[in-house]
C-alpha cells in the first residue's frame, strides 16, 4: 500500500473535522468529570430513623435473650397431667398412661416418691420435675394432723358430739377450721355455692374441685343441709338455651339437646323425662330436679 493510498483515509472536510474535535472535545470534559466529581449517593439522615434503628437494635438483643431463657414451669399438681403437659415435661406415652390407669381407678399421688412408683419414671426426670409438684394443703399437713390426734389420755380420746352447721350459713372461717381446707378451697366451695344459689345436698361437694374423699368426709362430719336455699329454680320449658347452659350441671351441649327436645316433644314433665335426653347426668337426676321448675 503506498503512502498516497493511506493519505486518502486522513482526508477529512470541514464538517468531519469540526465533528472530530466535538467528540475530542466531549471525552475530555467527561474525563475532568469523572476524576474530579464525587458520585458517592448523599445519603440524608433523619433523627427519627436513627432513633428507631437503635431501638430496632435493642429489640432484637432482647429477643435473642429471650430464645436463651429456659420455658418458665410453674407449680402444678402432678395428679391432673394432660398429655400434652407430660410430653412437655419430658415424660414417654407410657408413663403418663400409667397415671391416668391410676387415675381412673379414683386413686391419687401425694408424693413425689409415690408419682415415681405410678409412672416409673427415672430418677433423673425426677428430680427434675419434682420441685415444681403442689400438693393439696391436707396432704402437706397430714403428719402434723395425726401428731395432734394421738390423745395421752383415752378418756379424752372420746369423740364430742359436733353441732352441725347448715353448709349454705358457713363463712369461710368456718370453712377453714376443716382440716384439709385452706383459704383458696374455702373460697372456691362458696363460689360453687352462689353459682348454683345454694347447696342442696353434701354430695354436691364432690362437685368442687380440690376436694379429696378425706376432706369431704370431713365436711360432712361439721355441715349439713338444713334446709332448701330460697332460690330461684330454672323454669325448664321456657329458659332460652343461654339460660340453661348458663346453669352449672347443664353446660352448652346438654341445654342444647334440652332445647331441641322441646321442640321435638313438647314440654318436659318431670325429670325422668330429663334423664332420656343424650348427655343428661343421670347420676345427679336427684339433685338437678331441686333446681328446676317444670
Do not use: C
Request: net charge positive; hydrophobic share 40%.
Amino acid at each position: 500500500m503506498s503512502f498516497k493510498t493511506i493519505h486518502t483515509y486522513f482526508k477529512f472536510t470541514r464538517d468531519q473535522r469540526t465533528g472530530v474535535f466535538l467528540l475530542f472535545a466531549i471525552i475530555i470534559v467527561l474525563q475532568f468529570i469523572y476524576f474530579f466529581v464525587d458520585f458517592n449517593a448523599v445519603i440524608k439522615e433523619y433523627p427519627e430513623r436513627q432513633k428507631w434503628l437503635s431501638l430496632q437494635s435493642k429489640v432484637d438483643s432482647m429477643k435473642i435473650d429471650d430464645n436463651r431463657k429456659s420455658p418458665k414451669i410453674y407449680l402444678f399438681n402432678p395428679n391432673f397431667i394432660t398429655d400434652y403437659k407430660g410430653y412437655k415435661l419430658g415424660m414417654s406415652v407410657e408413663e403418663i398412661d400409667r397415671l391416668f390407669v391410676f387415675r381412673n381407678e379414683n386413686k391419687y399421688v401425694n408424693s413425689p416418691k409415690e408419682f415415681q412408683n405410678v409412672t416409673k419414671i427415672s430418677d433423673s426426670l425426677l428430680n427434675v420435675i419434682a420441685p415444681y409438684f403442689k400438693f393439696p394443703d391436707w396432704v402437706n399437713n397430714k403428719k402434723e394432723y395425726k401428731e395432734f390426734k394421738k390423745y395421752p389420755n383415752q378418756a379424752f380420746a372420746k369423740k364430742e358430739k359436733i353441732a352441725l352447721i347448715d353448709i349454705n350459713q358457713a363463712s369461710k372461717e368456718d370453712l377453714i377450721k376443716i382440716y384439709g381446707i385452706g383459704e383458696a378451697i374455702s373460697l372456691r366451695i362458696l363460689k360453687q355455692k352462689e353459682s348454683l344459689g345454694g347447696f342442696v345436698s353434701m354430695e354436691q361437694m364432690k362437685d368442687v374441685w380440690g376436694l379429696s374423699p378425706e376432706v369431704i368426709e370431713n365436711l360432712n362430719t361439721h355441715f349439713k343441709v338444713s334446709e332448701l336455699p330460697n332460690f330461684k329454680k330454672i323454669e325448664i320449658n321456657n329458659a332460652s338455651l343461654k339460660e340453661l347452659s348458663q346453669f352449672y350441671y347443664f353446660r352448652y351441649a346438654l341445654a342444647k339437646e334440652i332445647v331441641t327436645y322441646r321442640s321435638m316433644r313438647g314440654n318436659i314433665n318431670n325429670i325422668e323425662d330429663l334423664t332420656k335426653i343424650k348427655g343428661f347426668p343421670v347420676d345427679k337426676a336427684n339433685i338437678i330436679g331441686l333446681y328446676l321448675d317444670f
